[in-house]
Nanobody
Framework: QVHVAESGGGQAQAGDSLRLSCVVS????????MGWFRQAPGKEREFVSA????????YYQDSVRGRFIISRDNAKNTVWLQMNSLEPEDTALYYC??????????????????WGQGIQVTVSS
């Protein structure tokens, strides 16, 4: 059984930073392309960021590029999303997702096989 668990969310003020963590168990992290998605109230879930298995390439949604940084440590089975210069628009439930092997398009949610339960990030102005 593969389990994905997020942590590190909470409340922040605009301009602050938060770091989300995602731990994958049941299978080596090296099996997965890892991604972060988020869903704001009343909105569709959207792609935020993703990273390849060996950290060769990272991907970011335009709205977070330059502010967020995704990273991973396969030995620790952990992925992080460092969120800097937070904005109220970043308020959402953030999901960590694992896709088996190589994903041709990391932005397609349906390609990810395993998902965390989500963790709330709330940014106030």
């Amino acid at each position: 059984q593969v389990h994905v668990a997020e942590s590190g969310g909470g409340q922040a003020q605009a301009g602050d930073s938060l770091r989300l963590s995602c731990v994958v168990s049941g299978r080596t992290l090296s099996s997965f392309t890892m991604g972060w998605f988020r869903q704001a109230p009343g909105k569709e879930r959207e792609f935020v960021s993703a990273v390849r298995i060996n950290s060769d390439t990272a991907y970011y949604q335009d709205s977070v590029r330059g502010r967020f940084i995704i990273s991973r440590d396969n030995a620790k089975n952990t992925v992080w999303l460092q969120m800097n210069s937070l904005e109220p628009e970043d308020t959402a439930l953030y999901y960590c997702a694992a896709g088996l092997g190589y994903l041709a398009d990391v932005r397609i949610q349906e390609r990810y096989a395993f998902w965390g339960q989500g963790i709330q990030v709330t940014v106030s102005s």
